[in-house]
């Protein structure tokens, strides 16, 4: 296969001060690509901001040969949003590519979480996405061309315990996503989402008691990342899961389910077939809304009696 690079596109990377981002950073630069460097530098739990963690990433690059700026705005806003992306413009005249990796973590049981918790993890993780993706997509879309990557979590996907705002964050992301690859289709942008495992400054204090003894290095997520930003990926709308040296997908689906018939039934009949109507087995997957609902109908007019 031929070498995957990115000459002559500029890429913006949220929450590349550290772990993850940083990863994703670097090897784009190494690989051509124009950097813009956003990190405000905060704590896991979204304070104390600095500029050192992005302008340290810009001066790694640049000893590299590469070209990038570094941008210190949050997320959260939609004025950080914009300043982000107009700094791929105003330094580099276009952009191509989007990864949304800035998080912030505020984990705690539901019954103490407060509204701050909430409200906090949603505006980075969920709003945030929004706030760069919005005026990034409206670029992209001019220009014939994007890359967006966005970054969910097998918490939103299957629920992990202490993480009712992350996870309910992450799993609106899937929805972005899913919506993003259909719209982006006919503008040739490419809408992906990427659950990473790895140690970084996010979770290196985490209890890995449990954990397999094997590698967390941010390395194994970096390949993954930056096949889904390029230019030969042709997929839009998955979800990969990248972390110790495995990958795989992630999938939304549905089962083939049953139709009972066309006048509504009582609950002692949908209890009575619930094996049925919860069955595993028969697990499908679907581009679109429009496709399951495609399903729906297709059973109902081939089983118009079924009771």
Known sequence: MAKIDFRDRVAIVTGAGGG??????????RRGCRVVV?????????H?????????V?????????????????????????????????????LDIV????????????????????????????NGAYYVLHPAWQVMRDHQYGRLLVTTSVSGLFGNFGQANYAAAKMGLVGLINVLAIEGAKYHIKVNGLSPT??????????????????????????????????????????????????GRLQVAHNQGIFLGKDPVTVETLAARWNEITDLETLKTQEASSGYLAH??????SEPDRI
């Open 296 to 301: 729906v109908y297709s059973l109902a007019r």
């Open 58 to 94: 810009v001066a790694e690059i640049q000893a590299l040969g590469g070209e990038a700026v570094a941008n210190h705005d949050g997320v959260e806003t939609r004025g950080g949003g914009e300043s982000i992306v107009a700094a791929a413009l105003d330094y580099f005249g276009r």
């Open 20 to 29: 993850l981002g940083k990863t994703y950073a670097l090897e784009l630069a």
């Open 198 to 247: 790895a140690m970084t400054r996010m979770t290196e204090d985490l209890d890995r008691s449990k954990a397999p003894s094997v590698s967390r290095d941010p390395a194994h997520v970096t390949p993954a990342a930056l096949y889904l930003v390029s230019e030969a990926c042709q997929e839009s709308g998955a979800i990969i899961h990248a972390g110790h040296g495995f990958y």
């Open 99 to 126: 990864i949304h990796n800035a998080g912030i973590l505020r984990d705690r049981t539901f019954a103490k979480m407060t509204e701050e918790d909430w409200i906090s993890v949603m505006q980075v993780h969920l």
């Open 48 to 56: 104390g901001p600095s500029q050192a963690p992005a302008d340290g």
């Open 38 to 46: 956003n990190d405000p530098g905060v704590t896991r739990d979204g």
